[in-house]
């Protein structure tokens, strides 16, 4: 696995750069990795953010964007609108997690 | 000069700079249940990947679309060889009922969402969904007796000049 420095740090990320180790997250890495993809968190994004962490530690996976919409309650048209054009991806990548491998 | 060679943070590529232009059409002609769903799940995988998407409901793909229908669509092993049951028992009454009911429960195992409610998720996430003008008229059905996100009703030529350069998927 390769190791990329991040806001100072050293951190796990698979080739395409998504983070690895779920505990070498924290929300001030976050802002970073946000801001490298073009993105300034707001409230709205944070909402979502930590739907995801929250909903990884318990279900072992990436949540879907179906299931931040059904389970974290937050409109997919707004998902849209908060990280444009991949949202899934997005918020998984900020999130410190893998991508989500469901199909829906 | 000395440089000091710092490594490039490692970025995922989103391709947010690059505007591929990339589109993808999908004409839906079943009304089956088990064929709505590859039309849906793919054009909900294209969204998500930000690719413009736009599904054509025509013929027996207008059950999709129809409101008194979208709700009740069904399931069959009759003809179809990949359930690996005897063919006559598909001519059972009520066996349609039953895989029905038991495909419904799978595809809900799974997380997925009912027909009405898979399109309402597509609509959300920009897909655009266009009706058969030649279905419309075989069926004397109007836009009144469709689902309210369906675009338009259109011909067959417009849809094709709609998705110039598109991707295409016949299903």
């Known amino acids: 696995m390769p190791v990329t420095t991040i806001a100072g740090r050293d951190v796990h990320v698979d080739e395409e750069g998504f983070l690895t180790v779920y505990d070498e997250w924290d929300e001030d890495l976050a802002k970073q990795l946000a801001a490298q993809i073009g993105i300034d968190l707001t409230d709205a994004h944070w909402k979502a953010i930590r739907f995801l962490r929250d909903d990884y530690r318990t279900k072992g996976e990436t949540a879907t964007l179906r299931r931040v919409t059904v389970v974290g309650g937050i409109p997919t048209k707004e998902l849209f609108t908060l990280f444009p054009k991949k949202p899934a991806k997005k918020m998984a990548y900020i999130a410190g997690l893998p991508k989500p491998h469901g199909c829906v | ?171």
């Open chain 2, 1 to 171: 000069m000395n440089r000091v060679n710092t490594a490039p943070a490692i970025v995922p590529n989103f391709d947010d700079d690059t505007a591929t232009g990339r589109k993808l059409a999908i004409i839906c002609s079943k009304g089956n249940l088990d064929m709505a769903y590859p039309g849906l799940v793919l054009a909900n995988a294209a969204l998500g990947e930000g690719v413009e998407t736009h599904l054509f409901f025509t013929f027996w793909g207008f059950d999709v679309i129809t409101k008194s229908r979208m709700h009740d669509l069904k399931f069959t092993p009759l003809g179809n060889t990949a359930t690996h049951l005897p063919q006559g028992l598909g001519g059972i009454p009520g066996m349609t009922a039953m895989a029905t009911h038991m495909m419904k429960r799978q595809i809900a195992d799974v997380g997925v969402p009912e027909v009405p409610e898979f399109l309402e998720q597509i609509v959300a996430s920009g897909g655009h969904l266009w009706a058969c003008r030649m279905s419309a008229d075989m069926m004397h059905l109007t836009e009144a007796d469709l689902y309210e996100e369906v675009e338009g009703i259109i011909s067959a030529a417009d849809f094709i000049e709609k998705t110039e350069g598109a991707q295409l998927l016949f299903i």
